[in-house]
C-alpha cells in the first residue's frame, strides 16, 4: 500500500524554522515527483514546492522561494522541507503529494497528484 506520512508541523513564532518530513512506504520515490501543498483555512490548497527525488531538482513558488528548501534522502524514502523566516501568513496544514513523472520547468498541478499524505499543522505567530 502506498502511503506518505508527513510529520514536524508545530507552532512558531515569526522568524522561526521547522522541518517537515515526507516518509514514504510501500514504494520507493525514485521515479516520483514530491510536491508540498499548503492549505490555510478557507482557501484552496497550492503547491509551494517539489522535487525529483531522482535528480533532485526543484522549484519553488514565489512566496516561498529563499526561504523554504525541499530536499531528500535516498536512504530513507523521504522528503524534508526547510522552512526558514516563517511568517503569520504560512499558517496552514501542509501536505506532501507524489506522482510518478519527470519534472519539467513547473510544478505539476495539484490535481495531478495521485497520492497524498495526511497533513502537519503549521501555525505562526506573529
Known amino acids: 500500500q502506498l502511503q506518505l506520512v508527513e510529520s514536524g508541523g508545530g507552532s512558531v513564532q515569526s522568524g522561526e524554522s521547522l522541518r517537515l518530513s515526507c516518509a514514504a512506504s510501500?514504494?520507493?520515490?525514485?521515479?516520483?515527483?514530491i510536491g508540498w501543498f499548503r492549505q490555510a483555512p478557507g482557501k484552496e490548497r497550492k503547491g509551494i514546492s517539489c522535487i525529483s527525488y531522482r535528480t533532485g531538482k526543484a522549484n519553488y513558488a514565489d512566496s516561498v522561494e529563499g526561504r523554504f528548501t525541499i530536499s531528500r534522502d535516498n536512504a530513507k524514502n523521504t522528503v524534508y522541507l526547510q522552512m526558514n523566516s516563517l511568517k503569520p501568513e504560512d499558517t496552514a496544514i501542509y501536505y506532501c503529494a507524489a506522482v510518478r513523472g519527470i519534472l519539467g520547468s513547473l510544478c505539476p498541478s495539484v490535481q495531478t497528484y495521485r497520492t497524498w499524505g495526511q497533513g502537519t499543522q503549521v501555525t505562526v505567530s506573529s
Open positions: 510501500g514504494f520507493t520515490l525514485d521515479n516520483y515527483i
